[in-house]
């Protein structure tokens, strides 16, 4: 807990030179760094009125975190070499959108093409603040610059006045709230944070060890921005992953609190045992693990058929591939290891092994993948097959895991088109994969007419296909299976081969011609589930 706490009030034209001088410095805690220029001015006018607007809560501490190196347009300074900066915990966005109107900087904002000048008026005539210039008014930098007189000394009298009482209230009168938190951890600090924050943002493990990791000069959320902008389709993975790869490697558990009894070295991947990661190991190791987790992102599209993230059920095995990849000192894995990792990949997936909190079932994991690595056979004696009854009942709902993981057995097929026999870019042709992006192999419209007792399995998954529904609307219509692949054969002389990409090949595609619903879903269901327990490697 920290060692002591103080109540104190700040005054604004202290906060400003603290800023200016990099002796008050900004966490890189929040995103938006600056509130947009609306909130800021409304700010500077309960300011002026007097109105309270919150607690600052200011740490001080001898460790160095990741700070906004500038706002708008203006670089901030480093301290003096002979002091420590303290940090702004609560009062962030007040502190950054104060100085931007003090220092009239520009400032870009995500869902603006230009930047923003952070001027905020003081009209005289109304005695407030506003986004417009008025016809009598000046600028908060003039109110509390040093050569004020420059700016009021031309004004009327009676403006004269209202520029001087509005200067002492800014600068003389209002009392800025402070607490000062010193001697405390930056886990406790954060924790601070993370209570007290008004917008309500939880940091992330990321966030902190981003903050951990500058104390050795290292911009870990930059460097990581770079790598994700390189994965495109699986970019938005959770940067908390590459780094619950490195915690596996390199931070062993106690074997006396674990209760293990295999004499095996464990490592954990808690939030505990991230945040035990020295900094200078994220610094030196970040080549390596950047290079894993390409390796491991590029194994689930090559090897495991999957070409996006918006596919992937669970995110944990990206991690425990990386493991892998970092084990195996970056080489690519012999044919037995892939062989392993992919039945890995599929039976977690089958079985819902990172439903819930992952972390534990994780750190059991990685002791298989470290046996991968050293070239060993494994087993997964937690696999579990799924059922035709299973994908038969189940419906379309990007919430559950079958659902995710019936799709990715799809995608790995590369399926074609049906019309032209050419390949669906799957990664790209479906946005978000909604209901209506995919193809129902008997459409409602039919389904509807024929028996309206055939609706209630319209969204089965065994009626579900990844072919694109907007390109063959038209042409398919209300058409059943056996009229429209009919009409598609005719010009594509290899629809047999789209068919078997679908897994509607065989025995199943006599059911399809003959629109036979219920036969068709019944074996279709089993042939997904045959090749789905094939490649977990689990028999049913």
């Known amino acids: 807990m920290p060692k002591r706490i103080e109540i104190n009030t700040l005054q604004l034209t202290h906060i400003l030179e603290d800023v200016e001088k990099g002796l008050l410095k900004i966490p890189r805690f929040q995103r938006e760094v600056v509130w947009d220029l609306n909130d800021s001015v409304k700010l500077l006018d309960s300011v002026y009125r007097g109105f309270p607007i919150g607690c600052f809560v200011i740490w001080q501490t001898s460790e160095k975190l990741s700070d906004v190196r500038s706002i708008g347009n203006l670089s901030l300074p480093e301290p003096p070499a002979n002091q420590l900066p303290s940090y702004v915990l609560d009062g962030q966005q007040r502190v950054t959108s104060v100085f931007a109107c003090a220092k009239e900087v520009e400032v870009r904002h995500k869902n603006r093409k230009t930047p923003v000048k952070y001027v905020a008026w003081f009209d005289l005539d109304l005695k407030e603040f506003t986004n417009d210039k008025p016809a009598n008014g000046v600028t908060f930098a003039q109110l509390i610059a040093n050569n004020y007189d420059k700016y009021r000394d031309h004004l009327s009298e009676a403006h004269k006045e209202v520029f001087s009482e509005a200067r002492r209230r800014l600068t003389e009168e209002y009392k800025f709230a402070g607490v000062t938190v010193l001697g405390c951890e930056i886990e406790e600090a954060c924790e601070i944070f993370e209570r007290i924050n008004n917008s309500g943002k939880k940091l992330t493990i990321f966030d902190l060890l981003v903050a951990k990791a500058y104390a050795v000069d290292f911009d870990l959320r930059e460097s990581w921005r770079k790598v994700a902008k390189e994965l495109a389709v699986f970019s938005g993975i959770n940067p908390i992953l590459p780094m619950q790869a490195l915690s596996l490697l390199t931070v062993k558990l106690d074997p006396d609190r674990t209760g293990s009894s295999s004499g095996k070295e464990k490592f954990g991947c808690h939030k505990r045992h991230l945040l035990k990661i020295p900094p200078e190991d994220i610094k030196v190791c970040w080549k390596e693990l950047q290079d894993s987790i390409r390796l491991a992102i590029d194994f689930l599209r090559t090897r495991i058929g999957v070409p996006?993230?918006?596919?992937?059920?669970?995110?944990?095995?990206?991690?425990?591939?990386?493991?892998?990849?970092?084990?195996?000192?970056?080489?690519?894995?012999?044919?037995?290891?892939?062989?392993?990792?992919?039945?890995?990949?599929?039976?977690?997936?089958?079985?819902?092994?990172?439903?819930?909190?992952?972390?534990?079932?994780?750190?059991?994991?990685?002791?298989a993948i470290r046996e991968i690595a050293a070239g060993k056979s494994v087993s997964w004696s937690w696999a579990k097959g799924i059922t035709a009854e299973e994908i038969l009942d189940a419906r379309y709902d990007r919430r559950d895991a079958r659902v995710q993981t019936i799709l990715c057995l799809l995608a790995s097929k590369k399926p074609l088109s049906f019309k032209s026999c050419t390949e669906i870019p799957v990664a790209t042709q479906f946005s978000e994969f909604n209901a209506t992006e995919l193809h129902h192999v008997f459409p409602r419209g039919w389904l509807k007419k024929a028996d309206k007792a055939f609706l209630a399995r319209e969204h089965s998954l065994a009626n579900i296909c990844l072919a694109p529904s907007r390109e063959q609307r038209h042409e398919i219509g209300f058409k059943p299976p056996g009229e429209y692949l009919a009409m598609f054969k005719a010009t594509n002389p290899r629809l047999g081969d789209c068919l078997k990409n679908h897994f509607m090949d065989g025995e199943i595609e006599p059911l399809l011609m003959s629109n036979s619903f219920e036969s068709f879903l019944e074996h279709r269901a089993e042939a997904l589930a045959r090749a789905l327990n094939a490649k977990a490697g689990v028999t049913t």
């Not at 095995?317 to 892939?338: D, S, W």
């Open 308 to 367: 996006t993230l918006k596919l992937v059920p669970y995110e944990a095995p990206i991690a425990l591939l990386t493991l892998f990849f970092m084990l195996n000192k970056r080489n690519g894995p012999t044919e037995l290891q892939a062989e392993h990792l992919a039945q890995y990949f599929w039976a977690s997936c089958t079985t819902a092994r990172y439903a819930g909190s992952p972390e534990s079932t994780m750190e059991e994991d990685a002791l």
